[in-house]
């Protein structure tokens, strides 16, 4: 007798539904409910992740303005418009313009005359010469501010003051209208240093002879300085002028060159050279003023001590620079 069939089905069935066939109807069976809501979940941004981003993204906003702000306001700013007015047409006269610049520099020179030209250690140094000297007689090459306090420290004796600059020649006459200055011209720019050392070892005119400085064919000689200059026989020159600060600037050259000269026309007289620092003064001092008379330096001041007579035959021949 066979078995029967709801035996056999209780059977079967879990083995049928077990593995159920898959159809593409089948794949659409998860509610739909369901499915959507996880969407929604994964898409949500919490609102404190947004945090971050939006201070970096207000920060970004900040740095560029502060940017911006820097390169409206920066230096490099365009010339001023009566400049560019000036050359706003092609001309002639436009090629003329730079002649602004020169009052600009005579400004930035007038704000560094202000400034003092020594430093206390330098000014002590020659101002304690001019003390142990005084009453004296005193020639400075320059007229800085400085330098017009050595007239009352050398009271009872001569002070003279050399200056081709007339708004210092103004200056100094009106805090003192008895000092002595004198304008002379300097007119041998600093660029020709180089040719005129050559010349003045190789042309026997300007070899030592202080008797013959008035008249002197050397290229270095100041021959148009007052009488006084050359009649005097000085106890202390001061070489700090003239300006001598760019290539075109009259040059020292021959303040160094006469001011050895009128040294060895007296008994002993004191150098003192100022700016050393500078090729110029470095190399004409060592040149004509001989580093074996070096007595003293404080800062960029020499102090050179030249007995009359020395040197007679010629200038430092053992300790000449090396141009060549």
Same mark, same amino acid.
């Given at each position: ?19 159920? %066939?898959?159809?593409? !109807? ?139 600059? %007339? ?30 050392? !050559? ?10 002879? %202080? !008797? ?113």
């Amino acid at each position: 007798m066979p078995p029967e069939v709801p035996h056999y089905r209780s059977l079967a069935t879990p083995l049928v539904k077990s593995s159920p %066939p898959s159809s593409p !109807e089948s794949q659409f069976n998860i509610p739909v409910g369901r499915k959507y809501f996880k969407g929604n979940k994964s898409m949500a941004i919490p609102g404190r992740k947004l945090i971050p981003s939006v201070v970096f993204i207000l920060a970004c906003i900040s740095i560029l303005r502060l940017l911006r702000i820097a390169i409206t306001t920066s230096p490099s700013a365009p010339s001023p418009p009566t400049l560019q007015h000036t050359c706003s047409t092609p001309s002639p006269a436009c090629k003329k313009a730079p002649s602004h610049t020169p009052s600009n520099q005579t400004a930035q020179q007038k704000i560094a005359a202000d400034e003092p030209s020594l430093t206390k250690k330098e000014f002590k140094l020659l101002s304690d010469l001019i003390k142990r000297k005084a009453p004296c007689n005193l020639l400075v090459f320059g007229a800085e501010p400085q330098y017009l306090r050595l007239s009352s420290i050398n009271s009872g004796g001569t002070t003279i003051f050399l200056e081709d600059d %007339p708004d210092k020649i103004s200056a100094a006459r009106a805090k003192s209208n008895t000092t002595k200055i004198y304008k002379i011209d300097h007119q041998t720019p600093a660029k020709k240093a180089y040719k005129l050392l !050559e010349h003045a070892r190789k042309s026997p005119a300007c070899a030592p002879n %202080p !008797e013959m400085l008035q008249n002197s064919s050397c290229k270095l000689a100041l021959k148009n300085l007052p009488r006084e200059v050359y009649e005097l026989e000085w106890n202390v020159v001061v070489v700090d002028g003239p300006s001598g600060h760019s290539p075109e600037a009259p040059g020292r050259m021959g303040a160094i060159y006469t001011a050895s000269m009128i040294a060895r026309a007296g008994n002993t007289t004191d150098v003192l050279v100022h700016d050393v620092d500078r090729t110029i003064e470095k190399w004409f001092s060592w040149e004509f003023l001989c580093d074996e008379n070096l007595v003293a330096s404080k800062g960029k001041l020499w102090s050179f001590r030249i007995s009359g007579k020395s040197n007679s035959s010629g200038f430092c021949s053992d300790h000449m620079v090396a141009i060549d």
